[in-house]
């Protein structure tokens, strides 16, 4: 499976913009980015994913480099909520993958009042 | 809808004890998944299944067995339990294998052998 980097942590103040990034310089042509988030204690959460193209969601964007050798996922305006580890995550289609996610140790974000 | 639904929660275990934990999720997908988290990692799988009657393994399957009769259900066996298996467990479903497919958790199963 392709691999994915990303910083071990960031901070953010509430209501501030935040940019996560996440190299992925050996993604193929058919992986999807997929981002997910996991709050403390629970089960990690889907964010946001694309292939190419920018994207939108409720939750989040999610910015793609041209090259898509990286992106970002960028957070608005982060709530105290939004304290949690980010997954950058390359999914690859079908094969022997079989869809499964395979999981860094993604970035903490810790959100300040 | 419920999800993906795990029990128990929490379970203490002796060491060389067995037991199983219940997946169980109701949107019919095809695709399941066993992951394990230790403390401060990102998850490791442990199964997959594909369908009924079809499972792998994945990333770190020994001391475990899985079995999938059901769409429905996923139960992750653990025989013999050692300390090493001390974490957290996550089952997780997907309506199929296409890269634009997204993944649905449960809230994790936390396991202590003691």
């Known amino acids: 499976d392709a691999k994915t980097t990303q910083p071990n942590s960031m901070e953010s103040n509430e209501e501030e913009p935040v940019h996560l990034p996440c190299n992925h310089s050996t993604i193929s042509g058919t992986d999807y980015i997929h981002w997910y988030r996991q709050l403390p204690s629970q089960g990690p959460e889907y964010v946001i994913h694309g292939l190419t193209s920018n994207v939108n969601n409720r939750m989040a964007s999610l910015a793609i480099a041209e090259d898509r050798k990286s992106s970002t996922l960028i957070l608005h305006r982060a709530t105290l909520r939004d304290a949690a580890v980010y997954y950058c995550i390359l999914r690859a289609a079908g094969g022997t993958s079989y869809g499964k996610l395979t999981f860094g140790q993604g970035t903490i974000l810790t959100v300040h009042p | 809808n419920a999800g993906v639904t795990q029990t128990p929660k929490f379970r203490i275990l002796k060491i060389g004890q067995s037991m199983t934990l219940q997946c169980a999720q109701d949107m019919n997908h095809n695709y399941m998944y066993w992951y394990r988290q230790d403390p401060g990692m990102g998850l490791k799988l442990i199964y997959y299944?594909?369908?009924?009657?079809?499972?792998d393994k994945g990333e770190v399957p020994n001391g475990y067995n899985v079995s999938r009769s059901t769409t429905e259900d996923f139960p992750l066996r653990l025989e013999l339990a050692a300390p090493s298996q001390t974490s957290v467990y996550f089952c997780?479903?997907?309506?199929?294998?296409?890269?634009?497919?997204?993944?649905?958790f449960g809230e994790g199963s936390w396991l202590t052998v003691v």
């Open positions: 299944s594909v369908g009924a009657g079809i499972t």
């Open positions: 997780a479903s997907s309506p199929g294998d296409r890269s634009g497919n997204t993944i649905y």
